[in-house]
């Protein structure tokens, strides 16, 4: 009974984990979504809303993906494989963007300060998080068709460790962007993150390659 209990910890452990890298992997490439938060951290301009109105966002999708697709696993195996291996695709794919990036350093983040109403600031938030296709990608279809290869009692989980990677990404570059602001500005600092996430974005996708699926 103990070792059971013991197991199931550690297995809740790996898949939180998972769950958190993968996010983390994902979420630190730089698009809009992220300049519009860090531009508003800068500028000390309603950075609670956005953040939280952008993690709320992704939690939503996250789990919608998650639970969504393990319900399809459970009723269409072969339509879960085929997302398996389309999911893989596209990790190798952010993965060689990434480590190109990293070997160009062309990552720079621009940053600049923005001081729109709280009203346009949250439209601005809202329509660069829900109707940017890349969002979708990366919560509902690649990040669920990770945690849908999760064992059920493992999903919840997963969801968690990639909604706090979420929480924290959000809260850091928000909050923290006054003093992140010389340290982003580096060229070196983003080619290293470029590489960590390319380096974590091909170990998923191996991983998500040799992984079958659960019964």
Same mark, same amino acid.
Request: hydrophobic share 60%.
């Given at each position: 009974?103990? %070792?059971?209990?013991?197991?199931?910890?550690? %297995?809740?452990?790996?898949?939180?984990?998972?769950?958190?890298?993968?996010?983390?992997?994902?979420?630190?490439?730089?698009?809009?979504?992220?300049?519009?938060?860090?531009?508003?951290?800068?500028?000390?301009?309603?950075?609670?809303?956005?953040?939280?109105?952008?993690?709320?966002?992704?939690?939503? #999708?996250?789990?919608?993906?998650?639970?969504? #697709?393990?319900?399809?696993?459970?009723? %269409?195996?072969?339509?879960?494989?085929?997302?398996?291996?389309?999911?893989?695709?596209?990790?190798?794919?952010?993965?060689?963007?990434?480590?190109?990036?990293?070997? #160009?350093?062309?990552?720079?983040?621009?940053?600049?300060?923005?001081?729109?109403?709280?009203?346009?600031?949250?439209?601005?938030?809202?329509?660069?998080?829900?109707?940017?296709?890349?969002?979708?990608?990366?919560?509902?279809?690649?990040?669920?068709?990770?945690?849908?290869?999760?064992?059920?009692?493992?999903?919840?989980?997963?969801?968690?460790?990639?909604?706090?990677? %979420?929480?924290?990404?959000?809260?850091?570059?928000?909050?923290?962007?006054?003093?992140?602001?010389?340290?982003?500005?580096?060229?070196?600092?983003?080619?290293?993150?470029?590489?960590?996430?390319?380096?974590?974005?091909?170990?998923?996708?191996?991983?998500?390659?040799?992984?079958?699926?659960?019964?």
């Amino acid at each position: 009974m103990g %070792s059971a209990h013991q197991n199931r910890r550690m %297995s809740s452990s790996a898949a939180f984990t998972q769950g958190w890298l993968m996010m983390a992997g994902l979420i630190v490439a730089i698009g809009a979504q992220n300049a519009l938060v860090l531009r508003q951290g800068l500028a000390r301009a309603h950075v609670g809303a956005v953040v939280a109105l952008c993690t709320v966002s992704d939690i939503v #999708l996250v789990v919608a993906g998650v639970y969504g #697709l393990g319900a399809l696993a459970a009723s %269409s195996p072969g339509a879960m494989s085929a997302m398996r291996f389309g999911g893989a695709a596209f990790l190798l794919w952010c993965a060689w963007r990434a480590a190109r990036r990293a070997w #160009l350093g062309t990552g720079a983040l621009d940053v600049r300060s923005a001081g729109d109403g709280l009203a346009a600031t949250l439209a601005t938030t809202a329509a660069l998080t829900w109707l940017n296709p890349h969002v979708y990608l990366d919560t509902v279809v690649l990040l669920g068709a990770v945690g849908a290869q999760q064992a059920p009692a493992m999903r919840a989980p997963f969801a968690l460790g990639a909604s706090a990677a %979420s929480a924290m990404w959000f809260a850091t570059l928000g909050f923290g962007a006054a003093a992140l602001a010389p340290w982003l500005a580096r060229r070196n600092t983003w080619r290293a993150v470029d590489a960590a996430v390319a380096a974590v974005m091909a170990a998923i996708a191996f991983q998500l390659l040799v992984q079958g699926i659960p019964s």
